[in-house]
C-alpha cells in the first residue's frame, strides 16, 4: 500500500523525541497483556466440537465476569486469548479461574493482577485444556464453558488455538 511521503512526519517524530509505542506498552500501561508475548499458545481458543471460541464479551474491567463461548469470529478484542509461559489462561487484562472445586463449575474471567495467582492450565495442541489446581478439564456445553472431570475421549474437551509457539 502507498502511503505517500512520509518524510515530514518522520522528521517531527524525531524533533519530538516521539518513543516507539513498545515504550508505552512497557511503562504506561504493562497491565495489557501482549497476547503473542510469552506464551506458548494464542489467538482465539476453539472447541473442536462446537467450533465455538472462548470469548469474553469485550470485558475490560476488574470484578469477575463469566467466560462465555460464542460462534468463532476470530477477532481478538473479544475472542484473544494465550496460554503464557507461566501457564495462565489468559485475555487481554484478566484471567480464566475456577472458583469451585468440583464438576459443573463455570470458569469466570478475573483480573490477573489482583486476582488469584495460582490458576494455571495445562494444555497440549488440539488436547484438552486442564485447570491444574482441580485437575478438571474445561468443557462446553449448552450454557457455555464449564468444569468437567477429564475424559480422554470427550470431544467437547479439545481446544485449539491458532498458534502455537515452539
Known amino acids: 500500500m502507498d502511503v505517500g511521503d512520509l518524510s515530514e512526519r518522520l522528521a517531527l517524530k524525531r524533533r519530538l523525541q516521539c518513543r516507539p509505542f513498545s515504550w508505552f506498552m512497557e511503562n504506561i500501561w504493562p497491565e495489557l497483556f501482549v497476547l503473542n508475548r510469552n506464551v506458548t499458545a494464542w489467538g482465539s481458543a476453539r472447541n473442536l466440537n462446537t467450533n465455538k471460541c472462548l470469548d469474553n464479551h469485550n470485558y475490560l474491567f476488574q470484578a469477575d465476569e463469566p467466560l462465555f463461548a460464542d460462534n468463532c469470529h476470530y477477532q481478538f478484542a473479544a475472542q484473544g486469548f494465550s496460554l503464557t509461559t507461566g501457564r495462565?489462561?489468559?485475555?487481554?487484562?484478566q484471567c480464566v479461574v475456577v472458583k469451585g472445586s468440583v464438576?459443573?463449575?463455570?470458569?469466570r474471567l478475573e483480573d490477573?493482577?489482583?486476582?488469584?495467582?495460582?490458576?494455571?492450565?495445562?494444555h497440549q495442541q488440539s488436547g484438552s485444556l486442564k485447570h491444574d489446581p482441580t485437575g478438571l478439564c474445561l468443557d462446553l456445553d449448552d450454557q457455555g464453558p464449564v468444569m468437567k472431570t477429564c475424559n480422554a475421549t470427550s470431544i467437547?474437551?479439545?481446544w485449539q488455538f491458532n498458534t502455537y509457539v515452539h
Not at 112 to 122: A, F
Open 88 to 93: 495462565r489462561l489468559r485475555t487481554s487484562l
Open 103 to 107: 464438576s459443573g463449575t463455570r470458569p
Open 112 to 122: 490477573c493482577i489482583i486476582g488469584p495467582q495460582g490458576d494455571t492450565w495445562t
Open 156 to 158: 467437547t474437551q479439545l
